[in-house]
C-alpha cells in the first residue's frame, strides 16, 4: 500500500534534504501551475518528496534542479515531466490522456496521430514506473 503523507515526522534526514531543496526552488520560482493548498508531500513507499495542490497538480525537482510540473497518465499510470509524458503515448488512449493531463488539442500534441496507428509500435512494456502518487 502507498503512503501519502506530509507529516515531517515521518521523514528521514534525506527526505528532509529533499524537502528544503523543493521548498528553496519554490521560493525562487512560485510555479503558476500550483495554486491553492500547495504543500510538501512524502510518499513512504517510492521515497519521494514532492509539492501537490488541492487540484493535484505537482512538481518535482528536473534535472537542472527546477521545479517542474509532473504528469500522470490516467490511462497506463506513467509518469513523468512533459517531454517524455507526450512521448510515452503510443495508443489513441494514452494520447487522449495526455491532451487531457496537459489540457491541449490532441491534434496539437500529436499531429501525425493517424499515420502512426498503423505503423509498428515498438514494445515499451518494460519496467514500471514507481509511483509517486495515491492512485
Ligand atoms: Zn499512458
Given at each position: 500500500?502507498?503512503?501519502?503523507?506530509?507529516?515531517?515526522?515521518?521523514?528521514?534526514?534525506?527526505?528532509?534534504?529533499?524537502?528544503?531543496?523543493?521548498?528553496?526552488?519554490?521560493?525562487?520560482?512560485?510555479?503558476?501551475?500550483?495554486?491553492?493548498?500547495?504543500?510538501?508531500?512524502?510518499?513512504?513507499?517510492?521515497?519521494?518528496?514532492?509539492?501537490?495542490?488541492?487540484?493535484?497538480?505537482?512538481?518535482?525537482?528536473?534535472?537542472?534542479?527546477?521545479?517542474?510540473?509532473?504528469?500522470?497518465?490516467?490511462?497506463?499510470?506513467?509518469?513523468?515531466?512533459?517531454?517524455?509524458?507526450?512521448?510515452?503515448?503510443?495508443?489513441?488512449?494514452?494520447?487522449?490522456?495526455?491532451?487531457?493531463?496537459?489540457?491541449?488539442?490532441?491534434?496539437?500534441?500529436?499531429?501525425?496521430?493517424?499515420?502512426?496507428?498503423?505503423?509498428?509500435?515498438?514494445e515499451k512494456q518494460g519496467e514500471?514506473?514507481?509511483?509517486?502518487?495515491?492512485?
Open positions: 500500500m502507498i503512503e501519502i503523507t506530509n507529516d515531517l515526522d515521518n521523514l528521514g534526514y534525506m527526505e528532509l534534504d529533499d524537502a528544503v531543496e523543493l521548498l528553496k526552488a519554490y521560493i525562487e520560482q512560485r510555479p503558476e501551475f500550483l495554486g491553492k493548498g500547495t504543500r510538501i508531500y512524502f510518499n513512504e513507499n517510492s521515497g519521494f518528496v514532492f509539492i501537490a495542490d488541492d487540484d493535484n497538480n505537482v512538481a518535482l525537482l528536473n534535472d537542472n534542479g527546477k521545479l517542474e510540473q509532473y504528469f500522470y497518465c490516467s490511462e497506463c499510470g506513467y509518469e513523468d515531466f512533459r517531454d517524455d509524458f507526450i512521448k510515452h503515448a503510443e495508443t489513441p488512449e494514452c494520447k487522449q490522456a495526455v491532451a487531457d493531463a496537459l489540457n491541449e488539442d490532441i491534434s496539437t500534441l500529436y499531429p501525425d496521430a493517424e499515420k502512426q496507428n498503423n505503423a509498428d509500435s515498438p514500471a514506473p514507481v509511483s509517486i502518487f495515491t492512485r
